[in-house]
């Protein structure tokens, strides 16, 4: 039982690359989100997803894209990076039972820079 | 949408001593607030939550307190030790619509030795 994967773990791009992070959970969990890390601002939502098949925008979503293909995985596309998606990226995975939330697991991160 | 704030940003206490960290937020709907401890370089990792129909929860040394009428919730953390030097987030969310989690600012304790 692996948890949430993140690959890779650290990533440098150039101003107009595009690249998709990878994120994989073995729990079965219906909930994943991707999270942006910078300092002094906490983790911010870019995307997330309820099921397979649905997605929706978080707080921060612009220059992002996301598909939700199967329950295990939830890629994260960057389109074309800029210096400002410089930061850490969390993917993050959840349940509920009995419709409650319970404990989100999160991944290992992804220290991305763009040059 | 939902806006959690986190006080202080940085704290830091003498070993043995108490750590209170305080978050507020503001949609009324939220009903589960969970604590997420943050080791430099790592993921953060769950260390206690509670939900709305409860007031105050403790796991050991650490306690989290809930109002859900002033909309504030706190983290308590006594007899402090080195290893509890960390970052810590506080975060709210609603078991409809929109379930992932919104997160404070984080506040970095420091336990002097």
């Known amino acids: 039982n692996a948890g949430v994967t993140q690959t890779p773990k650290f990533q440098v791009l150039k101003t107009g690359q595009s690249m998709t992070l990878q994120c994989a959970q073995d729990m079965n969990h219906e909930y994943m989100s991707w999270y942006r890390q910078d300092p002094g601002m906490g983790l911010r939502l870019i995307h997330y997803?309820?099921?397979?098949?649905?997605?929706d925008q978080g707080e921060v979503p612009n220059g992002y894209n996301v598909s939700r293909s199967t329950t295990e995985d939830f890629p994260l596309r960057l389109l074309s990076a800029a210096p400002s998606q410089t930061s850490v990226y969390f993917c993050?995975?959840?349940?509920?039972?009995?419709?409650?939330?319970?404990?989100?697991?999160f991944g290992q991160g992804t220290r991305l820079t763009v040059v | 949408g939902e806006n959690v704030e986190q006080h202080p940003s940085t704290l830091s206490v003498q070993e043995g001593d108490s750590a209170v960290i305080k978050c507020t937020y503001s949609?009324?709907?939220?009903?589960?607030f969970p604590w997420y401890k943050q080791e430099l370089g790592k993921r953060p990792q769950l260390i206690i939550d509670i939900r709305s129909n409860v007031g105050e929860k403790k796991d050991q040394r650490i306690a989290v307190t809930l109002n859900k009428t002033a909309k504030h919730f706190s983290l308590h953390i006594t007899e402090t030790q080195p290893e509890d030097s960390a970052v810590y987030f506080c975060a709210a969310s609603k078991n409809t619509g929109r379930r992932a989690l919104t997160f404070g600012s984080g506040t970095r304790l420091q336990v002097q030795p």
């Open positions: 997803s309820v099921g397979a098949g649905i997605t």
């Open positions: 993050a995975s959840s349940s509920a039972l009995g419709g409650l939330n319970t404990e989100a697991f």
């Open positions: 949609d009324s709907a939220s009903n589960y």
